[in-house]
């Protein structure tokens, strides 16, 4: 695809830094950034540069100010990120700089690039497959190691590969399969049922393999939900506090101090966390600290582990209670009772809560949050209750919601190809559901798209990439 206009953006983050860089990408780019760009060796020029070098030089206003000493890198179409003709123009990091700098591109005939524009064009210059781009944004945001070689392996081709290979053998199956219905009169059979239910069961557990990764795709991606659960005043805000090494939540002996859900991420061990800090758990007529609660059994439900904070010191009469609702809200999730405050009671204690406690399934923890007691334990529990496997380089996993519903539809489409050969339907019936399998395939890929689903995945990329 040719784009007329030559866009222009920062590439850096805001802010001030050492350096920033600014990016230009178009038919013009070339031409542009030679008209305000100075050389320091005597008679270069942009225009003449070789591919891939850098030269030093001044950056002007069209006059005789000079706006900044810079690097300007030159990268030539096709063999660019967005396969046009690139420059990169590295200048220091003061915020004025780059907006003079910007200011001057855009004076001489550049156009501001949309956020992620300049990954669009490489998608839609051949450059790289649509899962591919968005792979960009997730290593862009990578928190981890596991995350960052995920979208690394992504960025790579390695998904794109796999659904791209299939595709191609489902095409050829329906392509023969289509030509039997110009011959239907004669009764004759170009395409053996038997390689294509042999295909089609291969494709159905490939997808199914895809499928089930998501759950630690998406878990890597945007951290692993983890629900802080209890009464009030059993030290949940403490404990958050602790784990973030900060004082995120607001602590106080008042009963319903937190009324809300207060949420934030750490990294342990390469593993993103997502702590929830919940409103405490009781019986109320105050409105505002019922609607709280009532946001507390909806984070349970949604978190993975739930962290079921108790106070060593007094059991609450309300036990029983208690218990009934969170079990309720912990179906399938991993549950670690953490008795809190054990610095203000004696082991034989201990031995009396083990026995109160004596039908729970799950890990217990004792810990003192306010004076950091076995909260490293507490850590480790979490890292086990997580059960991710390590990611290593080349390593397939969906951690991409998009993604993730296409494969749920290409597995439907490839369900209805194995049952229909089964009972021997018609190949015109057999054809639409290998062609609906090959759509959603290739939805993934960019193969099969639309302009809002291209607008609504470039637009929430940062401007300049």
Known sequence: ??????????????????????????????????????????????????????????????????????????????????????????????????????????????VLAQPGEFTQRAFMNGKMDLSQAEAVADLISSTSKASHRMAMSQMRGGFSNELMKLRTQLLNFVSLVELELDFNEEDVEFADRTQLK?????????????????????????????????????????????LLNEEKAIVSDIHGTTRDVIEDSININGIHFRFIDTAGIRDTKDKIESMGIERTYKKIEQASIVLWILDCTQLSEHMEWLTERISQRSVGKKVILVFNKIDKIAMEEREVLNQLFENFEGERIYISARD??????????????????????????????????????????????????????????????????????????????????????????????
């Open 1 to 110: 695809m040719i784009h007329e206009s030559t866009i222009t953006a920062i590439s850096t983050a805001p802010g001030i830094g050492g350096i920033a860089v600014i990016r230009v990408s178009g038919s013009d780019a070339l031409k542009i950034s030679d008209s305000i760009f100075e050389p320091q060796k005597k008679g270069s020029s942009v225009l003449t540069q070789e591919a891939n070098t850098i030269s030093f030089g001044r950056i002007t206003n069209g006059g005789n100010e000079v706006l900044d000493e810079v690097l300007l890198a030159v990268f030539r179409a096709p063999h660019s990120f967005t396969g046009e003709d690139v420059v990169e123009i590295s200048c220091h990091g003061s915020i004025y700089i780059q907006q003079q700098i910007l200011h001057v591109l855009l004076k001489n005939g550049c």
């Open 198 to 242: 042999s295909l089609a069961t291969t494709i159905q557990r490939l997808i199914e393999r895809l499928s089930d990764s998501f759950r630690v795709g998406n878990a890597l991606k945007n951290g692993i939900p983890v629900a802080l659960v209890g009464e009030t005043n059993v030290g949940k805000s403490t404990l958050l506090n602790v």
């Open 372 to 465: 950091r007691i076995n909260t490293d334990g507490l850590q480790k529990a979490l890292i086990n209750a997580a059960q991710l496997p390590d990611i290593h380089p080349g390593d397939v996993v969906v951690n991409n919601i998009r993604h993730y519903e296409a494969l749920q539809n290409a597995h439907s489409s490839i369900c209805r190809v194995i049952d229909g050969l089964d009972s021997g339907i018609s190949g015109d019936f057999l054809s639409q559901d290998i062609r609906e399998c090959m759509h959603f395939l290739g939805e993934i890929t960019g193969q099969i798209s639309n302009d809002e689903i291209l607008g609504n995945i470039f637009g929430k990329f940062c401007i300049g990439k």
